[in-house]
């Protein structure tokens, strides 16, 4: 991870010379993190949605070549060159993200190893508001916040990606369900035991991870909306064709 982690150091300890302060440089270097992600991320959610308008085709060609899986994989393929669609769109901005989301927890849980700045060693001491020691767990605080943040930022992310109809996305709401507490619980507790400067990393990205649900979630209903409005203006193109065509049958 040292290969991300001293990159990000390096940055971390620009930020704290330009103001002086270890808990607002946290907070600036996570604005800067998650801001840098956003295209990623917002191409994986686009990734999904484009997967939900597809799920009618996509069962009923399953449907159709049940007995035949390599005519199966073709007509699917036929429909993802057909509509311009890369399943593996979805996955590569998360195998992207997560190399990087483990180079910061390297580096905010021990960045002396990182960042060889002197002053780096009294500015990871540094008190921020309530916090005495930022290099010392928040016991409650910091981990409620990053707990309560968790909790929301997965569960819209759960309500965007629930876009497969059938048994499958009962099992994976089932399974949604248990996460949707499990984990804001576990980083919670996590959160109690790691030092209050990566704490003030989770939190805050997680809270702009919620700001990023709801400008996706609008981005998503306008494009429903632009494509839905074509829809309707093909097929009241299609049905002027039609009567067209019917006036002309009857004058002959």
């Known amino acids: 991870m040292g290969i991300i982690a001293k990159p990000i150091g390096y940055l971390l300890m620009l930020i704290y010379r330009l103001v002086g302060n270890y808990g607002i440089s946290l907070i600036i270097l996570t604005f800067?993190?998650?801001?840098?992600l956003y295209p990623m991320y917002a191409k994986q959610i686009k990734s999904s949605a484009d997967m939900a308008e597809m799920s009618e085709k996509t069962q009923e060609i399953q449907r159709r070549y049940a007995n035949d899986k390599e005519k199966q994989n073709e007509e699917m393929q036929k429909l993802y060159a057909e509509v311009g669609f890369n399943p593996m769109s979805g996955c590569l901005p998360m195998l992207i993200q997560f190399p990087i989301i483990?180079?910061?927890f390297a580096l905010l849980r021990n960045p002396m190893k990182y960042m060889p700045g002197s002053e780096m060693i009294?500015?990871?001491h540094e008190s921020f508001l309530w916090i005495k020691d930022l290099a010392q767990p928040d016991p409650w605080i910091l981990p409620i916040a990053a707990g309560v943040a968790t909790y929301f930022a997965f569960a819209m992310n759960?309500?965007?990606?629930?876009?497969?109809p059938g048994a499958s996305a009962g099992q994976a709401k089932a399974m949604n369900a248990i996460m949707k507490y499990f984990f804001p619980?576990?980083?919670?507790?996590l959160a109690r035991s790691y030092p209050a400067g990566l704490a003030i990393y989770w939190a805050g990205g997680q809270f702009m991870q919620i700001f990023f649900n709801i400008r996706i979630n609008k981005m998503r209903d306008e494009i429903r909306a632009e494509k839905e409005k074509k829809k309707l203006a093909e097929r009241a193109e299609k049905e002027l064709a039609r009567k067209k065509r019917a006036r002309m049958k009857g004058t002959v």
Request: hydrophobic residues 65%; without cysteine; glycine residues 4%.
């Open 32 to 36: 800067i993190v998650k801001l840098a």
């Open 102 to 104: 483990m180079g910061l």
């Open 122 to 124: 009294f500015a990871n």
């Open 158 to 164: 759960s309500a965007m990606n629930m876009t497969q």
């Open 185 to 189: 619980l576990s980083i919670l507790w």
